[in-house]
Structure formats: structure tokens, C-alpha cells
């Protein structure tokens, strides 16, 4: 019971009928002792009767004027966000994601674009690399001080800054990303990390192959029809599996191009591939699937073994309100090869 203090009120709830029947006894007995002629006595009864009544309505109305009176962090917030994603566009939805540690109401999910995540879990950098725009955050479970420096806090909500098992007005900050080389240095090295964000590439695929690549953190089942891969993140990996053996093949390798066919499903996008120093910007038309070629520097290539994605939509059809499909999109590639070139 000592360990279970947020509850304490709750779980002493079985214990006040007895205290009653105890607190009537005590007050009859009280009267017997004080020998009382009939009339005071009745008095002496209905006076504890009404005050017995009495104290615990006033109290009612009291905690129900306080009720009516406050207003949760939460419900301030959330109509804000609620009003906002409903003037915003499909594919012009800010995505936000909010952290289940601050235990929103669960229509919240339902009437926008907006996701949960586990703050314990998720970092503010991988939820920003896969698509989220706004992060609303609990500064009761903290935030590394390294990717701290990579955002700025565009709101701050006063409450309870304290850990709660039970929340009630809880202290709130919303972060997005400040646009810096520090930030796409830190999604590149988190493209490196996690599975999720590296397409596996086989520049020569064998004879019959439909799909010469494959998402390497696992598939969803929206893509096991698809012929193609899906970068889900802001920065993605496009590894190279049989770069070594395809550079033997090339007719030459003093100079690598790269050619892929690229299409991305929301309208004004742009694809930069990067390695180091080097980099090429591509618009594509919406939906509509493109030839490009790319020259990087063979030694970099060869090194990283495949070359960087950013993509700056990278958006859910299902928060956008378009599709169920609840991936993370940005743009989709296939039919990568390699080809050498005489200087």
C-alpha cells in the first residue's frame, strides 16, 4: 500500500463505510454517556445527520466548480494542433508526432496527422528522419543534451514537470529541427545505424529478377507487390551488395555513372544524392516514374559502398488522410545500375 501513493486515495475508498459506521457509534455512545433527555437527543441526531449530509454535498460542488474551472495542458494543445491540421491540405500536413508518456486522449490519432511514439524509446532524430515535422515532448522524461542542440523549442506549456503515473496537467515542449550541416550529419550516421532507412541494392541482378532490392530493416506487407523500394526516411542508404563485382564488369571505372529510375508521390520534391563533398539535386514530377543518372566519386563509393539519399518529403498517405498505407514515403527507386565510361 506505501509503495502505491498515487493510488492511496483510491485504494482507501473500501475503508469509509466502517470509518462511518465506527464515527455513528462513537457518537451514540457519546450520547448514552451524556444521559440526554429525548428532545436534545433528537436534536443532537439530526444536527449529525444534516452535517453528515451536508459536508460531503458542499464538498461535491466545490470539487465540480474546480473541475469545470480547469483547463489540462493537454486540451489546450490539442485543440490548437486539432484546429490546425484541419486548415492544412492533404500532402501539406504537418506530421506531429505526440509522446505517449503524455498520454493524450486516444481520438487525438484518429482526427489528423498526428502519430504516438514511446519517448523512452525514440529519439526527436529518428522520429524527424522518418517524417515528423513538430515533436511534442514531455521535458519530465528528458532529452539527450547532443540532439538537443539540432532543435529548437517553438512552443513550451506550463504544468507538472514531474514524472507522473497519473497525468494531470503535465508540463509540455514542442521541438523542430533547426536546418544546419550538424543535423544532415547527424541523419546520415543514423541512415548508417538503422536497418530501416538501407535499401539493398544488386547493381546486376540475375536474369528474371523483379526486384533487384530489398528494405533491410524487413518488408511491409503494403510493398511485397511492389517492384520497386521505398526510401522511408529523410536520409537514406542505398547500399551497393555486389558493387566490387559490378565495377569488374564495367566497361571502364576511371569514371562511374549511376542510373535509376525514381518516382515520389508528393508534388514539388526534391532527391539529393550525396557522398562527402560531392552531391546532385533531382526534381521529379509527382507520381510519374523518371530516368536520371548520377556521377559520384568512384573512391567514396567504394569506400561507403553505395551512396546517400535525402529527400525532403518523406510523408504517411494514412496521416495525410489519403490511403491506409501508414508507411513513411519519400521517394521510390528502381532498376539501379552501374556503367563505366571512357574519360
Not at 525514440?122 to 539540432?150: H, M
Not at 510523408?315 to 514515403?329: F, V
Request: proline share 5%.
Amino acid at each position: 500500500m506505501i509503495a502505491q501513493k498515487t493510488n492511496f486515495t483510491r485504494n482507501m475508498l473500501v475503508i469509509i463505510p466502517f470509518l462511518s459506521i465506527i464515527a455513528s457509534l462513537a457518537f451514540i455512545r457519546s450520547l448514552d454517556a451524556l444521559k440526554l433527555e429525548k428532545r436534545p437527543r433528537a436534536f443532537a441526531i439530526v444536527a449529525f445527520i444534516l452535517i453528515g449530509l451536508g459536508y460531503p454535498l458542499r464538498e461535491s460542488f466545490v470539487a465540480r466548480a474546480e473541475t469545470l474551472a480547469f483547463v489540462d495542458s493537454r486540451s489546450i494543445l490539442g485543440s490548437e494542433l486539432l484546429k490546425s491540421g484541419a486548415a492544412q491540405s492533404p500532402e501539406n500536413k504537418t506530421q506531429v508526432a505526440l509522446s505517449g508518456q503524455l498520454q493524450f486522449p486516444l481520438g487525438m490519432y484518429t482526427s489528423g496527422p498526428f502519430a504516438r511514439f514511446n519517448q523512452i524509446t525514440s529519439s526527436p532524430l529518428e522520429l524527424y528522419g522518418r517524417g515528423f515535422d513538430k515533436l511534442v515532448l514531455s521535458p519530465a522524461w528528458g532529452i539527450a543534451e547532443r540532439e538537443r542542440s539540432l532543435f529548437a523549442t517553438s512552443e513550451r506549456i506550463l504544468g507538472e514537470l514531474k514524472q507522473q503515473r497519473i497525468i494531470h496537467d503535465p508540463a509540455i515542449e514542442i521541438l523542430e529541427a533547426r536546418p544546419s550541416a550538424a543535423l544532415t550529419a547527424a541523419l546520415t550516421e543514423l541512415a548508417t545505424k538503422d536497418r530501416e532507412l538501407q535499401i539493398d541494392v544488386l547493381l546486376s541482378p540475375p536474369t528474371g529478377t523483379t526486384k533487384a532490392c530489398s528494405v533491410s530493416g524487413g518488408l511491409s506487407p503494403a510493398s511485397a507487390s511492389e517492384t520497386y523500394c521505398w526510401g522511408q526516411g529523410r536520409v537514406v542508404f542505398l547500399r551497393f551488395s555486389d558493387l566490387e563485382s559490378a565495377l569488374r564488369t564495367a566497361p571502364n571505372t576511371s569514371k562511374v555513372t549511376v542510373y535509376l529510375d525514381a518516382m515520389t508521390p508528393w508534388s514539388g520534391n526534391k532527391i539529393r544524392f550525396f557522398l562527402g563533398n560531392w552531391s546532385e539535386t533531382r526534381s521529379f514530377d509527382q507520381g510519374v516514374w523518371a530516368s536520371t543518372s548520377i556521377q559520384p566519386p568512384l573512391a567514396a563509393m567504394n569506400a561507403a559502398g553505395g551512396i546517400f539519399v535525402e529527400i525532403e518529403k518523406v510523408l504517411s498517405p494514412k496521416l495525410q488522410g489519403i490511403s491506409a498505407d501508414d508507411r513513411n514515403l519519400g521517394a521510390a527507386f528502381k532498376n539501379i545500375r552501374l556503367d563505366g565510361s571512357r574519360n
